[in-house]
């Protein structure tokens, strides 16, 4: 262990990253605290203690200074019930750090005079103490309660609009017709307190500012609720960027952690606007969150990107830099990322399926960009198939979901050729665009575009498959390797004669019942004199399945080769030993080759004897036969109830296993909700507003559990008016 020589901050930093987490303080248990050295010649190393935690309640410990504090001083100093000066300064200003004094520094501070004041003017006194100008009247009294109750209607109101992602506000100068007015227009209706509210001339608090900071409150009060769920946890990060509509850089921050119940959860915490979108920016926003949430990043044991350079870069990449301070945060690229480039990678090889897809898009634009000849396919479609799903667009950037838009290709294959004919009259006059039209419907009537698009929907289609499932949040690393190998099997499973035969059937049968060129073999060409090579004789294809057989099979290695090699990545193989230690174990197998490598990375978040104790039980527990996954030990654990202790380090493996995403498809999903926040009306929307929106639209379930009452104490005690008006909620 490294000892510690870091300076004392100065006040006003300190109590910044004091206060910045929450009201609790911060308590790990599980972190390996810094030695210190104390001692001239005889040199003794001591640490902070956890079992301190137990017997002082008030010690907060800084990460970053790597002292302790007292929270309840600090606390009270930032709420100026406590003058700075008058605080002991060893855990106000500058931490403590003597370790080899700590019990009796800490029960000297506790039995101060600065101590005892700050808690009794921060917890005794709000906690014992009514309004003394609702005490004296009742009348008054009488008047807070119902401006209390029409407050926390404007409350519901809002957590109500921002809940739903509907925009507030009205358009320019017209407010009273934005949803917010309107809404609370329609909750007066019916409550004549609540109109006469809204008729006040000031402090009624529905105006633009009001409206931020009551977002903000709530929106403080649900990140205060997932920090400190994750307080002591071991985490993922997960960070992906992307343009706004108002062309600012928005980078998302989701964090994935395991609880007791061996839960995943991929909880989303903000945006945040980037000036540059390089390594070096990236990683500083990073580190910021975490020192902000106070989430120490010894406890990071993964990060999930896409596989841009500026992300996964050897040397300069966010994930390096993030693995020189913490070598255990191992680097995962998505998933979900690495199945679409490794269809596109097959794609681009096998040259009919790219073709076709080439011809494909030609036809989205054909009827996307034109409501005359969209309007003339689906006459033609309520005509001829009126039970048959319409044609789908191709999709410009997942390549796995164009399985849907070639199996509509195929279900609508009579319908789309009439409509290029159609299209065909139509265009008479537009050379440009009938020699467009022309071209798309001969290859409609080539049997090689038939064969490329129903090879590319039965292949894409099993990708299609795998990326749903690596796209569900409670799926880890390596259950989602485990479904990409189920995938290959299955790819494996097609490349037989039996296979192809039918498939050729089955693309022969589309062929007859549709206005398709006969499949027909190529003339024979001899070889180049200069390609040749020895006197034998060329191979020529005897049938024109025979021709096509190599293609189908060429299709399928390419595909499987690309999934392979996208989902082999240098930080899977150090975390599969985590993997391989539980499943050898439970099948009985060796697997000291997996403990000795888990013992050189994780030593200190696991205790090693003691697993090697357990781990033989593992066995025992999973006798239900069959193929033992994951899954299965998963659900073994949790069937131990109270006994879990038992296996408490096989715990904490399946804990640092499940912590590591199988793809970053919560990042994407926030793209989504920030698409339809921040809409091209919305684009002057600030930042700290856009947050405050984004976590009460995204995390749905905790916006409708948050209590308005704690909502609104946080809002009134931030201001001495607002209490004389409103006065305590709780």
Same mark, same amino acid.
């Given at each position: 262990?490294?000892?510690?020589?870091?300076?004392?901050?100065?006040?006003?930093?300190?109590?910044?990253?004091?206060?910045?987490?929450?009201?609790?303080?911060?308590?790990?248990?599980?972190?390996?605290?810094?030695?210190?050295?104390?001692?001239?010649?005889?040199?003794?190393?001591?640490?902070?203690?956890?079992?301190?935690?137990?017997?002082?309640?008030?010690?907060?410990?800084?990460?970053?200074?790597?002292?302790?504090?007292?929270?309840?001083? *600090?606390?009270?100093?930032?709420?100026?019930?406590?003058?700075?000066?008058?605080?002991?300064?060893?855990?106000?200003?500058?931490?403590?750090?003597?370790?080899?004094?700590?019990?009796?520094?800490?029960?000297?501070?506790?039995?101060?005079?600065?101590?005892?004041?700050?808690?009794?003017?921060?917890?005794?006194?709000?906690?014992?103490?009514?309004?003394?100008?609702?005490?004296?009247?009742?009348?008054?009294?009488? !008047?807070?309660?119902?401006?209390?109750?029409?407050?926390?209607?404007?409350?519901?109101?809002?957590?109500?609009?921002?809940?739903?992602?509907?925009?507030?506000?009205?358009?320019?100068?017209?407010?009273?017709?934005?949803?917010?007015?309107?809404?609370?227009?329609?909750?007066?209706?019916?409550?004549?307190?609540?109109?006469?509210?809204?008729?006040?001339?000031?402090?009624?608090?529905?105006?633009?500012?009001?409206?931020?900071?009551?977002?903000?409150?709530?929106?403080?009060?649900?990140?205060?609720?997932?920090?400190?769920?994750?307080?002591?946890?071991?985490?993922?990060?997960?960070?992906?960027?992307?343009?706004?509509?108002?062309?600012?850089?928005?980078?998302?921050?989701?964090?994935?952690?395991?609880?007791?119940?061996?839960?995943?959860?991929?909880?989303?915490?903000?945006?945040?606007?980037?000036?540059?979108?390089?390594?070096?920016?990236?990683?500083?926003?990073?580190?910021?969150? *975490?020192?902000?949430?106070?989430?120490?990043?010894?406890?990071?044991?993964?990060?999930?990107?896409?596989?841009?350079?500026?992300?996964?870069?050897?040397?300069?990449?966010?994930?390096?830099?993030?693995?020189?301070?913490?070598?255990?945060?191992?680097?995962?690229?998505?998933?979900?990322?690495?199945?679409?480039?490794?269809?596109?990678?097959?794609?681009?090889?096998?040259?009919?399926?790219?073709?076709?897809?080439?011809?494909?898009?030609?036809?989205?634009?054909?009827?996307?960009?034109?409501?005359?000849?969209?309007?003339?396919?689906?006459?033609?479609?309520?005509?001829?198939?009126?039970?048959?799903?319409?044609?789908?667009?191709?999709?410009?950037?997942?390549?796995?979901?164009?399985?849907?838009?070639?199996?509509?290709?195929?279900?609508?294959?009579?319908?789309?050729?009439?409509?290029?004919?159609?299209?065909?009259?139509?265009?008479?006059?537009?050379?440009?665009?009938?020699?467009?039209?022309?071209?798309?419907?001969?290859?409609?009537?080539?049997?090689?575009?038939?064969?490329?698009?129903?090879?590319?929907?039965?292949?894409?289609?099993?990708?299609?498959?795998?990326?749903?499932?690596?796209?569900?949040?409670?799926?880890?690393?390596?259950?989602?390797?485990?479904?990409?190998?189920?995938?290959?099997?299955?790819?494996?499973?097609?490349?037989?004669?039996?296979?192809?035969?039918?498939?050729?059937?089955?693309?022969?049968?589309?062929?007859?019942?549709?206005?398709?060129?006969?499949?027909?073999?190529?003339?024979?060409?001899?070889?180049?004199?200069?390609?040749?090579?020895?006197?034998?004789?060329?191979?020529?294809?005897?049938?024109?399945?025979?021709?096509?057989?190599?293609?189908?099979?060429?299709?399928?290695?390419?595909?499987?080769?690309?999934?392979?090699?996208?989902?082999?990545?240098?930080?899977?193989?150090?975390?599969?030993?985590?993997?391989?230690?539980?499943?050898?174990?439970?099948?009985?197998?060796?697997?000291?080759?997996?403990?000795?490598?888990?013992? !050189?990375?994780?030593?200190? !978040?696991?205790?090693?004897?003691?697993?090697?104790?357990?781990?033989?039980?593992?066995?025992?527990?999973?006798?239900?036969?069959?193929?033992?996954?994951?899954?299965?030990?998963?659900?073994?654990?949790?069937?131990?109830?109270?006994?879990?202790?038992?296996?408490?380090?096989?715990?904490?493996?399946?804990?640092?296993?499940?912590?590591?995403?199988?793809?970053?498809?919560?990042?994407?999903?926030?793209?989504?909700?920030?698409?339809?926040?921040?809409?091209?009306?919305?684009?002057?929307?600030?930042?700290?507003?856009?947050?405050?929106?984004?976590?009460?639209?995204?995390?749905?379930?905790?916006?409708?559990?948050?209590?308005?009452?704690?909502?609104?104490?946080?809002?009134?005690?931030?201001?001495?008016?607002?209490?004389?008006?409103?006065?305590?909620?709780?």
């Amino acid at each position: 262990m490294a000892l510690s020589k870091h300076a004392g901050p100065s006040l006003s930093a300190q109590l910044e990253r004091v206060l910045v987490v929450e009201d609790k303080p911060f308590q790990p248990r599980d972190l390996t605290f810094p030695l210190v050295a104390f001692g001239v010649k005889n040199v003794v190393c001591r640490s902070f203690q956890p079992s301190w935690f137990s017997s002082w309640e008030w010690l907060h410990w800084d990460s970053k200074s790597e002292r302790a504090f007292c929270h309840t001083c *600090c606390l009270a100093v930032s709420k100026k019930l406590l003058i700075a000066s008058c605080a002991d300064g060893a855990f106000l200003t500058k931490g403590f750090q003597n370790w080899k004094d700590a019990t009796t520094s800490f029960r000297r501070h506790e039995s101060s005079e600065c101590h005892r004041e700050a808690v009794e003017r921060l917890l005794t006194v709000p906690a014992t103490t009514k309004d003394v100008g609702e005490l004296l009247s009742s009348k008054l009294a009488e !008047d807070k309660r119902a401006a209390r109750e029409s407050f926390l209607k404007i409350l519901s109101a809002l957590r109500f609009l921002a809940r739903q992602g509907l925009p507030m506000r009205g358009d320019g100068p017209q407010e009273e017709d934005g949803n917010f007015s309107q809404l609370l227009k329609l909750t007066s209706s019916s409550d004549p307190a609540f109109a006469e509210w809204l008729q006040r001339k000031s402090s009624k608090y529905t105006g633009h500012d009001m409206q931020n900071e009551i977002l903000q409150v709530m929106a403080h009060r649900i990140l205060r609720g997932i920090i400190e769920e994750m307080q002591g946890q071991f985490f993922t990060v997960m960070v992906d960027e992307t343009t706004d509509s108002s062309t600012i850089e928005q980078m998302t921050a989701v964090f994935r952690w395991v609880d007791d119940q061996l839960e995943p959860h991929e909880e989303f915490i903000g945006m945040y606007a980037l000036e540059k979108a390089d390594a070096a920016t990236i990683f500083g926003m990073i580190k910021d969150v *975490c020192t902000r949430l106070n989430l120490p990043l010894e406890f990071c044991r993964g990060q999930c990107y896409d596989g841009a350079s500026v992300m996964r870069g050897h040397r300069n990449g966010v994930a390096a830099q993030l693995l020189q301070i913490n070598p255990r945060a191992l680097y995962t690229h998505c998933y979900g990322h690495a199945l679409n480039l490794a269809c596109q990678d097959m794609v681009r090889d096998i040259k009919c399926i790219k073709d076709c897809l080439n011809t494909v898009f030609e036809l989205s634009k054909l009827l996307k960009y034109s409501a005359k000849r969209n309007a003339t396919y689906q006459r033609l479609k309520d005509d001829m198939a009126p039970d048959q799903a319409g044609f789908r667009t191709l999709c410009p950037t997942r390549w796995t979901t164009r399985s849907a838009s070639l199996a509509s290709i195929v279900s609508n294959y009579s319908v789309l050729q009439a409509s290029l004919t159609e299209f065909e009259s139509m265009a008479t006059y537009d050379a440009e665009m009938s020699a467009r039209v022309s071209g798309i419907a001969h290859q409609f009537s080539l049997f090689s575009f038939l064969f490329g698009v129903m090879l590319g929907r039965k292949i894409l289609g099993l990708a299609e498959n795998l990326s749903k499932t690596l796209q569900k949040k409670d799926i880890s690393a390596a259950e989602g390797q485990a479904a990409a190998t189920v995938t290959l099997r299955s790819l494996t499973s097609l490349r037989n004669d039996t296979s192809f035969d039918t498939f050729w059937a089955d693309v022969v049968k589309v062929q007859s019942a549709n206005d398709v060129d006969e499949p027909v073999l190529a003339r024979k060409r001899k070889t180049p004199a200069r390609f040749a090579v020895g006197t034998g004789q060329g191979h020529y294809p005897e049938s024109p399945a025979d021709h096509y057989k190599p293609i189908y099979f060429a299709a399928i290695d390419t595909v499987m080769a690309c999934i392979k090699e996208r989902f082999d990545q240098p930080g899977y193989k150090v975390y599969s030993c985590l993997e391989g230690v539980v499943l050898k174990a439970a099948n009985g197998d060796d697997y000291s080759a997996e403990l000795a490598r888990v013992e !050189d990375m994780y030593a200190t !978040d696991i205790n090693v004897p003691l697993l090697q104790t357990q781990l033989p039980l593992l066995k025992s527990l999973c006798t239900g036969g069959g193929n033992i996954s994951i899954g299965t030990i998963k659900t073994a654990l949790l069937n131990l109830g109270r006994g879990r202790e038992l296996l408490s380090e096989i715990f904490a493996i399946m804990k640092l296993i499940l912590v590591m995403p199988a793809s970053n498809a919560t990042s994407e999903r926030s793209f989504s909700a920030l698409r339809r926040l921040k809409t091209y009306l919305r684009t002057t929307m600030a930042q700290a507003r856009l947050n405050a929106l984004l976590l009460l639209h995204v995390h749905k379930d905790k916006a409708d559990l948050l209590s308005l009452r704690q909502c609104g104490d946080d809002f009134v005690a931030a201001n001495e008016h607002r209490l004389n008006i409103l006065g305590k909620f709780q």
